[in-house]
């Protein structure tokens, strides 16, 4: 009598692929079955077996795509963190880059922005740059329109800033007459803004921005480039913390 009643689940996992071995081994059709019957009768009594193959596929799956995600970060550095299409803030000779991808009407991105402002608060080497991302329909592509035409006049980032965090954080879905409103109070030169936004730059930027997105596979808002890794959603400041520090010095906390 044939017997799997002492397997591992991992063994149990690789005999699964038994119905599909080829007729040229050595199983006959009613070992075969018994082999199936045997199997199935473990599982149901041991279901907590298919749990951590799932939670084993999950962490393979994971680490496969962060590896994949890596690639696209090494392979597009320099664009990522150095294009002079970015808004650099914080430090800009910091020891780590923050790179996040936003959109002007996404809810996670404004709760985002809290963490964002609290990390340069706390951390003095930290190297952010913005790369606007309007994934979320009109109104998001002219308010990314308007903050491009906005960093096209302040190269500092300064201004553009104060525009970003008057605009993602006001009320009301965002668009060309929000963001124009935010960019006056930020003391922008409006004629400027006006001529600038009919600028072939302002569509540069932003297919600059999409074709990184696509290239590292992101495909919503906020998104983080911090490092050498990506992170996708916003993860809160802890998750953002862990991942600087990962940076940094190689583990969660330095």
């Given at each position: 009598?044939?017997?799997?009643?002492?397997?591992?689940?991992?063994?149990?996992?690789?005999?699964?692929?038994?119905?599909?071995?080829?007729?040229?081994?050595?199983?006959?059709?009613?070992?075969?079955?018994?082999?199936?019957?045997?199997?199935?009768?473990?599982?149901?009594?041991?279901?907590?077996?298919?749990?951590?193959?799932?939670?084993?596929?999950?962490?393979?799956?994971?680490?496969?795509?962060?590896?994949?995600?890596?690639?696209?970060?090494?392979?597009?550095?320099?664009?990522?963190?150095?294009?002079?299409?970015?808004?650099?803030?914080?430090?800009?000779?910091?020891?780590?880059?923050?790179?996040?991808?936003?959109?002007?009407?996404?809810?996670?991105?404004?709760?985002?922005?809290?963490?964002?402002?609290?990390?340069?608060?706390?951390?003095?080497?930290?190297?952010?740059?913005?790369?606007?991302?309007?994934?979320?329909?009109?109104?998001?592509?002219?308010?990314?329109?308007?903050?491009?035409?906005?960093?096209?006049?302040?190269?500092?980032?300064?201004?553009?800033?104060?525009?970003?965090?008057?605009?993602?954080?006001?009320?009301g879905q965002a668009d060309k007459a929000r963001a124009m409103a935010a960019a006056k109070d930020a003391g922008l030169d409006m004629a400027k803004l006006e001529k600038d936004l009919a600028?072939?730059?302002?569509?540069?930027?932003?297919?600059?921005?999409?074709?990184?997105?696509?290239?590292?596979?992101?495909?919503?808002?906020?998104?983080?480039?911090?490092?050498?890794?990506?992170?996708?959603?916003?993860?809160?400041?802890?998750?953002?913390?862990?991942?600087?520090?990962?940076?940094?010095?190689?583990?969660?906390?330095?």
């Open positions: 009598m044939l017997s799997l009643r002492s397997l591992t689940p991992y063994a149990v996992a690789l005999a699964l692929a038994l119905p599909a071995v080829s007729h040229a081994q050595s199983f006959t059709d009613a070992q075969r079955s018994e082999i199936q019957k045997i199997i199935k009768d473990y599982l149901v009594a041991n279901p907590e077996v298919l749990e951590e193959m799932s939670a084993e596929l999950t962490k393979r799956q994971s680490a496969a795509e962060a590896e994949k995600h890596r690639a696209a970060v090494k392979k597009n550095a320099e664009v990522i963190f150095n294009s002079p299409r970015g808004v650099i803030i914080g430090n800009r000779s910091g020891d780590v880059n923050f790179v996040e991808f936003f959109d002007y009407n996404c809810g996670y991105c404004k709760r985002a922005m809290g963490d964002m402002l609290e990390l340069m608060k706390a951390d003095p080497k930290l190297r952010v740059v913005l790369k606007e991302f309007p994934v979320l329909g009109p109104g998001s592509i002219e308010a990314a329109q308007v903050a491009v035409a906005v960093r096209m006049q302040d190269p500092t980032g300064k201004k553009y800033l104060d525009f970003h965090q008057k605009l993602l954080g006001g009320r600028s072939p730059e302002i569509n540069s930027t932003l297919n600059e921005n999409f074709k990184l997105a696509e290239e590292m596979g992101l495909n919503g808002t906020p998104s983080y480039v911090i490092g050498g890794d990506v992170v996708v959603g916003a993860v809160g400041i802890e998750g953002l913390s862990k991942k600087i520090s990962e940076a940094r010095c190689g583990k969660a906390s330095c």
